[in-house]
DNA sequence: ATTAGCACTCATCGCCCGAGAGTGCTAACA
DNA sequence: TGTTAGCACTCTCGGGCGATGAGTGCTAAT
């Protein structure tokens, strides 16, 4: 490709992008500084066309860069745009502060996404098997209820309220807490803990109501999958023109509702490892519905072989440049974040399992 | 007010609530079994507009009901509309299912609203005290470091993970607890415990590090105030014909931004007491963006004095009876699981143990 | 190879007008 | 006196029409 030809068409791109209008030979030629005249551009721009890089959404309407035209922008073109500087410490902070747990980072990232990028975010976590149950503890809350906290191999925590009968003393619950603990830790959660926890009635034959209590929790939470996607910044694509019309807002927001599709979409881009952002455009995502966007997507990893996606769905007019950065950003200031707080799990406590082999071990070089 | 405009009335804004078009005498005459004829019916709306519960869009349009008629609606002639079930247990389960913590049942009860409702969920957590510090407690993870959980008043947990020295036998690790915990119990988050610890570099003054490590992380805790509010829903606004206008949306949501605000919307309603919603309408709500908008309130609490609130904001023409038993149904249960009375409710337990009958306990004052 | 000139296309906007829905008023009616 | 039929009137909505103007492609000159 004529670099000439480069030009205008990085600076069609670039003036659609910020204009969201159809961008026409003489703007062109009047605004960037490209020195020929506007016939002279309008011969590259049909060339363009001809070669698919361009669309023109009537005869007598300017040029809007076509699928195969942002990806050569996005593959070829980015590096020369202005850049956007954001504060790594900064992201990471916020991340590292509201961090209790993954989930709430991973939640976290999405609305740091969003607000970052004006766009609609996405976070899925993948792969994370059941949590098996490190420790049990319990706080008295008052002479009837308690406080039981479950903590994961993970540091996932799950508390609950659960009842206590009349007149417990201190020290006994603190003795429940111990059996409860030993006898639960290394069950998988919700699992096989019900055959456990059945021994412990013989232990706290007295307290069976409590022993219930537990059991019943338990196997609510095992009915309860844990979350693994989180959609944030729906309103933004409003501030985005070609959201203007509602229906078609109403329907990328529709698509969204299916889980299954978003996995479907942070799957796809398939093209990425470590560290790289991926850029789905368009017909790309193989979603009707979203032929008008793009999509940008990076990975996040932590320790106990969990992974995730996160991603930033926004027009195809988005600002890749700062898109594709700060997803890079929050990608690698998650995984950052996620050793550092959560790296209890060094590899070897995982291969003592027996069957269970860990196959991805990305490189968690922690701060 | 006479019956018979009782019952135009009525009828108008039912039909208001299902066609979102402005209601004419002949549409009304015929629909409904009113058994009047039009003009009979024109009078009467004349009456009504005069009277204010009707408005006119335009001269030759239909009648739309004011914030007055939406207030009488809802005032006095809800009690004949149809009524839509809703299961209180499958509310009870989904939040009960979710709930790890406090936030997760209030997050997860915005979620529920909005589904439910197809409506713009708010929720916010009030008792914004900083949170006291009930006990903490340590999970060793491996020889090298821990897991530190801090239980709040209200249940809320937080974790750090934390170097250890080399060689801290488990029961060194426990006087350590036990000691942080006596230290810090009562202290607000982050607050004056930092004059607390210090006292702890006494006891356990060869940890030094390891207690300047809590110290860190609880000042960075303190920075972070915990999250209040949640919005959830959004989209759903879309779906109503009220919003097709695309600016319009973006202003609600748009003020929805201001956290400020939106505790302003959860406060306003102030008619409340135990259970009981509250209803504003139009511009009962004082906020310019949301006059077409009404909001539809109910406090919840938790124990540890934590009181909160949720709400459903909708057009004017919402649904007023399904939307006003969501929300009361939402917030009881929220109520109930936060409580953890719900313990008591499991079917298991309930056949297993004649004995301790569980006593159905609303309102409750311990803490 | 570039550019100026020109005819042509086509979306957009303002305008007008007819159709239709709905009203208020008046007069007749039970 | 309350209700109803009839009627003139108002106002929105949607379609048709022409002017406008941005933008193009082509051709011929540089």
Redesign the interface.
């Known amino acids: 490709m004529d670099p000439r030809k480069q030009k205008v068409l990085q600076a069609i791109i670039d003036d659609y992008i910020r204009t969201a209008e159809p961008v026409g030979s003489r703007t062109l030629a009047r605004a960037h500084g490209l020195g020929v005249s506007p016939a002279t551009i309008r011969n590259e721009m049909a060339d363009l066309e001809q070669m698919g890089y361009l669309e023109q959404p009537h005869t007598s309407a300017g040029r809007v860069p076509s699928d195969k035209g942002y990806r050569y922008y996005v593959d070829s073109l980015l590096a020369s745009a202005t850049d956007a500087e954001v504060s790594r410490e900064a992201v990471r902070r916020v991340l ?3 961090a ?2 993954i989930e709430d980072v991973t939640r976290q990232a999405a609305r740091l996404l969003a607000e970052m990028t004006d766009c609609l975010a996405l976070a899925s976590q993948a792969g994370a098997q059941p949590v098996r149950i ?2 049990v ?1 319990v ?1 008295p ?2 002479p ?2 308690a ?1 039981l ?1 479950v ?1 994961g191999e993970d ?1 996932s ?7 206590l ?1 009349p007149d417990l003393p201190a020290d006994e619950l603190e003795r429940i807490a111990a059996a409860l603990s030993g006898r639960l830790e290394g069950a998988t959660f919700g699992g096989s803990s019900l055959g456990r926890l059945r021994g412990l009635q013989g232990e706290l034959g007295q307290f ?2 409590l022993v ?2 537990v ?3 338990l196997g ?2 095992q ?2 999958p844990p ?1 693994r996607l989180w959609v944030d910044g ?2 933004n694509l ?2 985005q023109p070609e ?2 019309d ?1 229906p078609k ?2 329907a990328v ?2 698509a969204l509702e299916h889980e299954q599709l978003v996995d479907q979409l942070l799957g796809v881009p398939g093209t990425v490892e470590g560290g790289a952002v991926a850029v789905a455009i368009g017909r790309e995502l193989h979603v009707q519905e979203m032929e008008d966007c793009s999509l940008v997507t990076a990975l996040y990893v932590a320790p106990g072989s969990v992974v995730g996606r996160i991603g930033v769905l926004g027009p195809k007019r988005m600002n890749y440049r700062t898109v594709m950065k700060v997803v890079e950003l929050v990608a690698s200031s998650m995984t950052t974040v996620l050793a ?5 799990q ?1 590899p070897g ?1 995982q291969s003592k399992e027996p069957g269970s082999e860990s196959k991805e071990d990305p490189a968690d070089g922690g701060a």
């Open positions: 590292a502060i509201k209790r747990m490190r420790a503890r706080v809350l008052d009837q209820r406080l906290i903590v540091g925590l799950r508390s609950k309220t659960v009842q009968g069976r109501q219930d209590q059991l019943a929790w609510e939470q009915q309860a979350e729906a309103r409003l501030n959201f203007h509602v807002a109403q927001l529709a550092g707080e959560d790296a209890l060094e406590s």
